[in-house]
């Protein structure tokens, strides 16, 4: 075990008797709950202030610094600030676990495949560079408005197999996901019957606890010739040991595994490619296959390293976010779901952060070019208008309508968007704001949508 694996490990086993503690307390309704030896507050003041053990950051120990001063004067403190003070415990204990896992994930994904790189290509360069990307290859990747490596980057999975879920054999139920690892016990390879392009392959498999039918299906010219049948009984030989990847169904023959994910495990290794893993599935057509398209991905996904920042390091660590290049390589290859979860909620941050500066940068040059007439503050239609209502506006509605007064009487045009519940009075801060607008000119009108 690595140092930083070790500290993980650690800072774990700190986190959790922390967050029962805290889970207590809280059902306990804040009365500083007494253990087996100590008071709830007293543990926190100590766990929180002896830290020495643990490789946090400066930041981390700064906060969980100040809480243990709290915890100290926890006694003094009502149950409104008690609540609030286990509250951003809590948050920042879950904070930092999250951050471990994000770095435990991001280790495996440079351990696999970052270790690669050719110096010759960078995050801009063309995909026909891409060694053993050829003519007929690159067209097929146009197609798909793939271009350079940048393109093939951002090309993301339509969705995932979750492939960790491995049990055995006698435990597999109809219509789920499962992986198995099981040895061949009889291969056999068939031209179907009803289309001449198609080859069917069936596998019969078995564990120490049953055994299962693998069927496979094969489209193409190239796989009905004898050198393809010879070639997979070559592979598929009696005792090799497989790992079984797809969906169970519910067959004529029984349980089958139909069309699965098959990778021969080697010398007893259980490390394979994506059994056990989370596979990304990608939309290509006919034309490309899925794995072929992984086996590019895994080339150049490396250079995601180099995609532009748009967040500083306090930003990331403020907001919670991963960077943009361990979202992306994270979002082609998730080693778990939380960091699948992770990389989705960094892109889509960048997608509706990027579209606001847009309308920002948009209404700045509107206001540049374009003036509204300023109107003056006459107050009669608005004045009788709300005497007609037998009750007062409210707070929010008279602060609201006052900001909108203000937006009227200056130079630029208005850009307001009103939220509220159903009921909560819109349409009257509507048709005051109408009423506001007709004193300079009568000719107005309000939508209301039906």
């Not at 005051?432 to 209301?448: D, F, N, Q, T």
Request: glycine share 4%.
């Amino acid at each position: 075990m690595t140092f930083s694996e070790n500290n993980n490990k650690l800072i774990k086993d700190w986190i959790r008797p922390l967050q029962k503690s805290l889970t207590i307390e809280t059902e306990n309704n804040f009365i500083n709950t007494l253990g087996k030896q100590k008071f709830f507050n007293d543990y926190l003041h100590e766990s929180l202030k002896k830290l020495d053990n643990l490789n946090l950051s400066d930041e981390y120990l700064r906060i969980f610094y100040e809480f243990s001063k709290k915890y100290n004067e926890y006694n003094k403190l009502d149950e409104n600030q008690r609540k609030r003070l286990i509250i951003d415990t809590r948050k920042n204990l879950y904070k930092l676990g999250k951050t471990l896992e994000i770095d435990s994930s991001n280790n495996i994904i440079n351990n696999v495949f970052l270790n690669k790189a050719d110096s010759s290509l960078s995050f801009d360069s063309d995909i026909s560079l891409i060694k053993n990307v050829g003519k007929v290859y690159k067209n097929k990747l146009n197609e798909l408005g793939v271009f350079h490596i940048k393109d093939l980057i951002n090309y993301f999975p339509r969705t995932y197999l979750d492939y960790t879920n491995r049990v055995k054999i006698i435990n597999l139920k109809p219509d789920n996901l499962y992986t198995c690892i099981a040895n061949v016990k009889r291969f056999y390879i068939h031209k179907s019957k009803k289309n001449s392009n198609l080859s069917i392959m069936n596998i019969v498999v078995s564990d120490e606890t049953s055994s299962i039918k693998v069927t496979k299906f094969f489209l193409g010219r190239r796989f009905r010739s004898y050198s393809f049948f010879t070639s997979q009984k070559s592979l598929y030989i009696p005792g090799t040991k497989l790992a079984i990847s797809g969906k169970v169904k519910l067959t004529e023959y029984g349980k089958t595994f139909v069309d699965p994910q098959i990778e021969i495990l080697k010398d007893n290794n259980d490390n394979f490619n994506f059994s056990g893993k989370i596979l990304p599935l990608y939309s290509l057509g006919e034309a490309l296959s899925n794995m072929s398209f992984i086996k590019l991905m895994k080339k150049v996904l490396i250079y995601a390293k180099q995609y532009p920042e748009i967040l500083n390091k306090k930003q990331l660590d403020s907001l919670s976010l991963l960077s943009k290049g361990e979202s992306l390589i994270n979002i082609h290859f998730p080693p778990t779901q939380q960091a699948l979860i992770e990389s989705k909620k960094r892109l889509v941050f960048d997608e509706l952060f990027l579209l606001q500066i847009k309308f920002l940068l948009r209404k700045r040059k509107t206001n540049k070019n374009v003036t509204s007439q300023q109107l003056p503050q006459k107050k009669s239609l608005l004045k009788e208008f709300l005497n007609t209502f037998p009750f007062e506006l409210t707070k929010s509605q008279e602060n609201v309508l006052n900001e909108i007064k203000k937006d009227l009487s200056n130079p630029v045009p208005m850009s307001r968007l009103l939220q509220g519940d159903v009921g909560s009075g819109k349409t009257i801060i509507a048709i005051a704001s109408l009423l506001l607008v007709i004193e300079k000119k009568p000719a107005r009108c309000i939508y209301g949508p039906n």
